[in-house]
């Protein structure tokens, strides 16, 4: 059967009661990376991604492991969650096309501030809440929800599909590198261009794609002293204290105005040039989109150009939190003995991550040495994810340019982010193709934060979008 956009798009709009099912039943598993307890949740999210692919007759599905976790991690024998591999066609006329997205999600309590449960999917005028809505499940489940619609519709499928859907991803990938490395000219053999819906529009009106991501290289500076946490009464003032040292390392990092203090970083970052420059100029966005995303007046900079540079093509430093100080309600008088100082750093073209690592370790050594401490120091690289920068104007744009015209009647705008997808530029290297970002939700979904969304019309909408790029994309030249 041909391709007929409205018969397809009828079909979206028919099934949407067992999309919002569907994708209710992932946000109901609680699948957050982070947190090792949860590890299992995270596994049993894969397994209900594979019983989905099997119903929808997918092909060569696999739960691919990646062994045990790499340090720090409190369980040495953590596993690392599984890849859900799998294929829909394989026939060499066709095209093919990769789709990557991620199963797990960051951590959410209700105590945070959200307004309902945040692992019940809740619909409400028109928006469905829960953690991982938009990040990433609903645009993961989109892709399986596009699948369903050919399959209910007798539609074939335009090109082969392969699906890498991953665990891992908001604690760095670990694992999926070496397994895109190994599967180059194995299962994702012949693969034309790979395809991620795993980011925002920029406001919330005006859809877009996406052509370039900031990298991220995550860092952690211990300070240990004595054996095991004090009172502060019987030893205040005739110890040294880890978390005074820790304080003052951090508070040398990064200035008030969002200023970088380790030197040598400025150097490496490309300079702008007048012909980038411009393209801020047309971008749709403003100041208040940035104050209502924050619901707050905390901007460092009230211009549209400086707002976006400074998320998309200047590196920026970010200060995480302190592991092993005190934090709790109430006024315990403890000194901790050993604290954990976390921060990352969002990379830019032409950063390096390894020069980064070298600057910033010196740079924190450095100054641990003018505090003169008899405490102990460790400073490094938790893992690091690479920036990624791409033509927008390539086959695989131009078909979600005409994907999103087509369902949306706009022009989508063309955007970078300042998030990461640690294995963007990984696809690009070693499947030496072509990487798209096509994302569904809008700026203010809330992605990390509380009461998380996705408006059901993204939702519905985004599978028309991911249905119709599959066919634009095959209709260009094999
Ligand atoms: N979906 C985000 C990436 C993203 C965020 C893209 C904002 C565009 C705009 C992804 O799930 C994410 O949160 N990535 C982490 C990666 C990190 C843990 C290595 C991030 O950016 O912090
Ligand atoms: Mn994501
Ligand atoms: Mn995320």
């Known amino acids: 059967m041909a391709f007929n956009k409205s018969n397809l798009n009828e079909k979206i709009d028919e099934l949407k009661p067992k999309f919002i099912e569907r994708l209710r039943s992932a946000v109901e598993i609680p699948s957050v990376s982070g947190d090792e307890s949860l590890r299992p949740q995270v596994v049993k999210t894969a397994e209900f991604l594979q019983k989905e692919l099997i119903a ?5 599905i696999e739960l691919r492991e990646l062994g045990t976790q790499p340090p720090p991690v409190a369980n040495k024998d953590l596993q690392l969650p599984p890849i859900v591999l799998s294929r829909f066609g394989k ?11 991620h199963y797990d999600v960051q951590p ?6 959200w307004n309902s449960d945040p692992f019940k999917l809740v619909e409400k005028n028109g928006v469905l809440y829960g ?7 609903g645009p993961v489940i989109g892709w399986l929800n596009a699948i369903q619609a050919h399959k209910e519709l007798g539609l074939e499928l335009p090109v082969n599909l392969i699906t890498v859907f991953e665990g891992m991803e908001e604690s760095g990938s670990l694992g999926l590198d070496e397994l895109i490395k190994k599967e180059a000219n194995g299962y994702f053999k012949g693969v034309d261009a790979v395809t991620i819906s795993d980011n925002y529009w920029l406001g919330t009106e ?7 991501l900031r990298g991220v290289n995550y860092y952690e500076i211990e300070v240990s002293g004595p054996n095991a946490d004090l009172h502060s009464g019987l030893f205040g003032g005739i110890v040294s204290e880890p ?8 508070a040398n990092l990064v200035d008030g105005q969002g200023k970088i203090l380790i030197k040598g970083i400025d150097e490496q970052v490309a300079p702008l040039t007048e012909k980038e420059d411009k393209i801020y100029d047309d971008i749709e966005f403003d100041v208040k989109v940035l104050n209502d995303a924050t619901g707050s007046e905390t901007a460092l900079y009230n211009d549209k150009k400086s707002i976006l540079q400074h998320r998309w093509r200047y590196p920026s430093l970010s200060i995480h939190g302190i592991e092993g100080a005190f934090a709790e309600a109430g006024a315990k008088t403890v000194i901790p003995a050993k604290v954990k100082g976390k921060f990352s750093i969002r990379t830019v073209p032409n950063i390096e991550s390894n020069k980064l690592t070298e600057l910033v370790i010196k740079h924190v050594e450095e100054h641990f040495a003018t505090l003169k401490s008899p405490n102990q120091l460790k400073v490094g690289l938790i893992h690091d994810g690479d920036y990624w920068l791409s033509d927008p104007f390539n086959e695989n744009f131009t078909a979600a340019r005409k994907a999103t015209k087509a369902v949306w009647g706009i022009e989508p705008d063309l955007t970078r982010e300042g998030g990461s997808i640690p294995i963007t530029l990984t696809f690009e290297k070693e ?14 979904d809330g992605a990390h934060s509380t009461n998380e969304k996705l408006d059901l019309s993204n939702y519905i909408e985004g599978v028309k979008t991911q249905s119709a790029y599959l066919h634009y994309y095959a209709q260009g030249e094999k």
Do not use: H, M, W
């Not at 093919?96 to 997205?101: A, E, I, P």
């Not at 959410?108 to 501030?113: K, N, R, V, Y």
């Open 206 to 212: 005006k859809p877009v794609l996406t052509y370039g």
């Open 108 to 113: 959410a309590a209700l105590e945070d501030g």
């Open 431 to 444: 499947l030496k193709t072509s990487v798209l970002l096509l994302p569904i939700g809008r700026g203010d």
């Open 91 to 101: 026939d060499p006329s066709k095209k093919t096309v990769l789709v990557y997205g």
């Open 243 to 250: 978390l005074n040292d820790l304080v003052k390392l951090l």
């Open 131 to 137: 953690r991982g809505s938009s990040d990433d499940k």
């Open 56 to 60: 929808l007759g997918a092909q060569d």
